[in-house]
């Protein structure tokens, strides 16, 4: 059976518990004899104490303050910058809209203008902010669009057409602008009105279709009457010698047109190929004239019409083809002289030619004959493809129809420029104006 017994207490142990008890009363009578010590100190040592509180505390106060500060007018400073690159981004964001070559018109929801760019201006200066749209453009379909777009937030196209002295073709996109509205949601209260001008563009589809057009019916009617007189000749005039003869002269004719034709479509595609590249030869103008004239001397004399050539002594060598330039010569005199006799008929007429220095960079090579002349309508189309003011009349010359196509390109890849006047019953002048060598960069 185990026993458990209490240890006895060793002598460091006693002395531990004698001190703890005897402790309290030592303090006491420490504190009765010197009390007024005691007070001294401890108020010395809260007044440090208090002290040094105090200057902890200024001292955190100050480093909070300085903080806050700090965070302050680093705050201020991220917001300047901020706002100063908001700035610079909203500039550039308006050059890049004034700069777009298109039409461009913000309006809020009342169809008031809210801005436009550079080119909005240009096409409608009476267009300020603040105003109705309907005040320069009054197209329903155009308004029924923007109330569209307001109410279902889509995207819509629409065309219209500008009223001016030459009509001007605009395609509208409608596009809705998102903002913020009170309730903060997304709601459309802003529209932008992205216009393209296309009239260039309908006009050159219509201009390609019409060209497609009259190639197949230039080349037909010629075709035409090969195929028929052929199938004469080998039926019931095949034994007629004398119809024979006459249709195979036809046919001559009809092949050598559109062989004409052909020639001169190929001209022009071959200078159109090199209109970007201007000419490097020296020319010397005159020389060209002269032998241009004395090539169409003889038809000339045949039409009863004398070419007067006037070309000043001081004229300078331009940069140019010879070839080429001697082509819109030949085409711009051969119709003078076709055409130039006075009111269509034979008689005598005069074909002027005339070189002569407009300023120091540039000639001027002007031919005026005394034709019927041509009305101002026509006076714009003169130089497209296949376009006769009289039809009839220019088959029967021999015209394709061309020519003037072909001195139009030649002209540009000159770097020149083609001026066309007429007065009916008085005759037509067609003034070519050329860069002479020193003006042309190369």
């Known amino acids: 059976m185990n026993k458990s017994y209490l240890t006895a207490p060793t002598l460091p142990e006693k002395v531990q518990a004698a001190v703890i008890a005897i402790a309290p009363i030592l303090v006491m009578i420490i504190s009765f004899y010197y009390f007024d010590y005691i007070s001294m100190v401890a108020a010395l040592l809260v007044g440090t104490l208090s002290s040094v509180t105090i200057y902890i505390l200024s001292s955190l106060s100050l480093e909070r303050e300085f903080y806050v500060k700090q965070q302050l007018s680093i705050t201020q400073s991220d917001l300047q910058s901020s706002h100063h690159a908001l700035d610079q981004r909203a500039e550039m964001i308006e050059k890049m ?9 913000f309006i809020n929801k009342k169809h008031r203008c809210l801005r436009r760019n550079a080119t909005a201006r240009d096409y409608f200066p009476n267009l300020s902010p603040g105003r109705p749209i309907t005040s320069v ?19 819509r196209s629409v065309a219209i057409e500008l009223p001016s002295n030459v009509a001007t073709k605009m395609e509208v996109r409608i596009l809705p602008i ?9 709601e459309h209260s802003a529209i932008l009105l992205a216009m393209q001008d296309v009239t260039k563009v309908e006009r ?38 004398e119809a024979r003869l006459q249709f195979l ?46 090539t169409l001397k003889m038809k000339a004399d045949k039409n009863q019409t004398t070419l007067d050539l006037k070309i000043a002594e001081d004229i300078p060598l331009i940069q140019g083809d010879e070839g080429q330039l001697i082509q819109v010569f030949q085409n711009l005199i051969d119709n003078a002289i076709k055409y130039g006799s006075e009111n269509g008929a034979k ?18 090579v002007a031919i005026a004959d005394q034709g019927k002349g041509i ?19 220019s088959r029967e010359m021999g015209g394709t129809g061309l020519g003037l196509a072909i001195v139009k390109h030649i002209v540009n890849r000159h770097r020149g420029k083609l001026y066309i006047t007429s007065e009916v019953d008085k005759g037509s002048c067609f003034s070519i104006s050329l860069p002479i060598r020193s003006s042309i960069i190369s």
Do not use: W
């Open 97 to 105: 809209i004034d700069g777009l070559p298109d039409p461009l018109i």
């Open 137 to 155: 453009l009054r197209h329903p379909e155009l308004i029924y669009g923007i109330d569209y777009v307001l109410d279902t937030g889509e995207a």
């Open 178 to 186: 998102a903002t913020i509205g009170e309730d903060g949601n997304n």
């Open 204 to 241: 050159s589809e219509a201009m390609r279709a019409d060209f497609v057009a009259n190639v197949s019916h230039e080349l037909r009617t010629p075709l035409t009457s090969l195929v028929g007189f052929a199938e004469t000749l080998l039926g019931p005039a095949k034994d007629d010698e």
């Open 249 to 294: 002269g036809i046919m001559q004719e009809q092949a050598e047109r559109m062989l004409q034709i052909i020639e001169d479509l190929l001209s022009l595609s071959r200078i159109e190929v090199d209109e970007h590249s201007r000419p490097t030869e020296e020319v010397d103008i005159r020389d060209a004239l002269r032998k241009t004239c004395d």
């Open 347 to 364: 008689k005598n007429s005069v074909v002027t030619v005339t070189v002569q220095n407009v300023d120091e960079a540039h000639i001027s």
């Open 375 to 393: 009305p101002e309508d026509s006076l714009p189309r003169l130089t497209e493809r296949f376009y006769r003011v009289d039809t009839a009349r």
